[in-house]
């Protein structure tokens, strides 16, 4: 499994756009790169998920370079409620289902 | 059902207590995780199914918990002789197999507290 290192922690103020970088240096050709959001007594959600280059949906946007060796996670006008911790995941599909989180990223909104 | 399902969502047990925790995954979904997060961590895995079989049990903490799946469904859980370590909530996951990456949905958790 590619290891993933991203930071413990990252302050931000609302309305402000917001980017977590995942290393992942070891990634396989197979694999794919998930961001998931986890709240205070609740389970991760997915946020997002890429292969290469940018992905985009209601939530965020995923830039993966070409050599896939880094991935960012990018929250546009970030709210309080935004607040939370955010994985980074990289495992590859079919029969892998040994899925090892990181520690995370916690975000903190501040007014 | 429309998510993955975990009971109970709050148990309270004496130390050397069996407590057992119970997953109902999404429909149709072949993978199920466990996973275990003590207040503060991070996801810590504990073992996943392939169907009904565990390939890596390596992720259990100990010989006090196993865990079992029936009818590529249900799992359960099991932590024996409860020590106040075994505290933090349990996770439960289920995804599809996909060539496109898995992506996993989350119960809420149950949360375990040993006194």
């Known amino acids: 499994l590619a290891k993933t290192t991203q930071p413990i922690s990252m302050d931000s103020y609302e309305g402000q756009e917001v980017n977590i970088t995942c290393s992942h240096n070891?990634?396989?050709?197979?694999?794919?790169i998930t961001w998931y959001q986890q709240f205070p007594s609740q389970g991760p959600r997915f946020i997002i998920q890429?292969?290469?280059t940018k992905v985009t949906n209601e939530v965020a946007s995923l830039f993966i370079p070409a050599d896939r060796k880094s991935s960012t996670l990018s929250l546009p006008r970030v709210s309080l409620s935004d607040t939370a911790v955010y994985y980074c995941?990289?495992?590859?599909?079919?029969?892998?289902?040994?899925?090892?989180f990181g520690k995370g990223t916690l975000l903190t909104v501040n007014p | 059902g429309a998510g993955v399902s975990q009971s109970p969502s709050n148990k309270v047990t004496e130390k050397g207590k069996d407590v057992e925790l119970r997953c109902d995954p999404i429909?149709?979904?072949?993978?199920l995780y466990w996973y275990r997060q003590r207040l503060g961590q991070g996801l810590e895995f504990l073992i996943y199914?392939?169907?009904?079989?565990?390939?890596?049990k390596s992720g259990l903490p100990s010989d006090r918990f196993s865990a079992e799946r029936t009818g590529e469904s249900v799992s359960t859980l099991t932590i024996q002789r409860t020590q106040q370590e075994d505290s933090a909530v349990y996770l439960c996951?289920?995804?599809?197999?996909?060539?496109?990456?898995?992506?996993?949905?989350f119960g809420e958790g149950s949360w375990l507290t040993v006194v």
């Open positions: 996951a289920s995804s599809t197999y996909g060539e496109s990456g898995n992506t996993i949905y």
């Open positions: 890429g292969y290469k």
């Open positions: 995941l990289v495992e590859s599909g079919g029969s892998n289902y040994k899925l090892t």
């Open positions: 429909s149709g979904h072949t993978a």
């Open positions: 199914f392939q169907g009904n079989s565990a390939p890596d």
């Open positions: 070891n990634i396989a050709t197979n694999d794919y």
